[in-house]
């Protein structure tokens, strides 16, 4: 783009349009804002932050410093997980003395895995209105420049941290069909590679959305069977924000699966976990690791 094709941006009739519209007092306004890219936010959400009286967030510091970015001030309130019943009566009260007040999170869109349903719930139960402002979800982008084919998403979230529970809550996902949406902490990347790949089985394809929108943005698909190697393969990759989509169950390879799984268990009564794995990697052709790792899983779910 051109230095004059740039500043023509400014001028653009849609810019003025934002300020021309109405913005009702007495209102709760959910504001989304940038994963990454500090100019992923609309022309609607800069207006509303430049209108409201207080800008309720999950960290003031993280706030102040956006709006910064922006070139603006506001009173910010701390809102955050621990507080959101309290805060929320506050907010009651300065919406009903006609105050403006604009609820964001750190990242994306509020109450998507971060902080701000419960004031909403509240605002709405006192009989206020709730106006939100759309825009960027690490979910939603994920899933716009994934490439898998499927009308319907499952939006997981964070998985538990401990292996157990992660491990159980993956094995109540096995025959979901549609795509699912997690997202992992970087220091968990790994081990969600691995875990996926013990109960879903090697073939399905596996979607790695690191830093979207960010310097460093990589959108990796690949099999499962290939997805430890792929975030081993450079030590940049366990670092970072991720989404990680999963493919959903076909019926082909469901049956697989259940095959699978029949013979370890078969297997798994005979002789130990190292040796049922060994021997259900050669009469299945799967990796021993994945193999050893369900057949620990299993061995658990039976004690
Ligand atoms: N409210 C946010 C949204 O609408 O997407 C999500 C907040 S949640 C606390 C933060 C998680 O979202 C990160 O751990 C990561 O899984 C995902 N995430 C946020 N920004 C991201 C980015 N730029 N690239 C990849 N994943 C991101």
């Known amino acids: 783009m051109t230095a004059q094709e740039s500043s023509s941006i400014a001028t653009l ?3 003025a349009e934002a300020a021309l519209q109405a913005y009702p007092s007495a209102t709760l306004y959910v504001v989304a804002t940038p994963i990454g890219n500090v100019t992923d936010i ?3 959400a800069l207006h509303v932050l430049t209108l409201v009286n207080a800008v309720a967030c999950e960290d003031t510091r993280n706030t102040a410093h ?4 922006f070139g603006l001030n506001k009173p910010l309130i701390a809102a ?6 309290e805060v929320a009566e506050v907010l009651i009260a300065r919406l009903l003395a006609g105050e403006r007040i604009a609820l964001v999170s750190d990242a994306g869109t509020p109450a998507v895995s971060d902080p701000g349903a419960r004031i909403v719930d509240a605002v709405r139960a006192a009989g ?3 106006l939100p402002l759309p825009g960027a979800s690490a ?3 994920a899933l716009s420049a994934s490439g898998l084919v ?13 292996a157990k529970q992660r491990d159980n809550m993956l094995q109540s996902l096995r025959t979901v069909s549609a795509t699912m949406v997690f997202y992992e902490a970087p220091h968990r990347i790994l081990d969600c590679a691995v875990a996926l790949e013990a109960a879903f089985g090697p073939a399905r394809q596996v979607v790695f959305a ?4 960010k310097m460093f943005e990589e959108i990796h698909r690949c099999p499962l069977s290939e997805a430890a190697a792929w975030i081993g393969a450079d030590p940049h990759r366990e670092k970072g924000e991720f989404v990680v989509l999963l493919e959903g169950a076909t019926a082909a390879q469901d049956a697989e699966e259940a095959e699978a799984e029949r013979i370890l268990a078969i297997l798994l009564g005979e002789c130990s976990v190292k040796q049922a794995a060994s021997l259900a990697a050669q009469i299945t052709g799967r990796k021993k690791n994945a193999l050893y790792e369900r057949a620990l899983q299993m061995k658990d779910e039976a004690a």
Do not use: I
Not at 150 to 162: C, E, I, M, R
């Open 13 to 15: 009739p849609v810019m």
């Open 42 to 44: 609309s022309l609607r």
């Open 66 to 69: 956006l709006m910064t970015r």
């Open 80 to 85: 955050h997980q621990h507080n959101e019943r």
């Open 128 to 130: 206020l209105r709730v």
């Open 139 to 141: 979910a939603v982008t």
């Open 150 to 162: 499927n009308d319907q998403f499952y939006f997981v979230g964070f998985l538990p941290a401990k």
């Open 210 to 213: 690191r830093e979207l929108t």
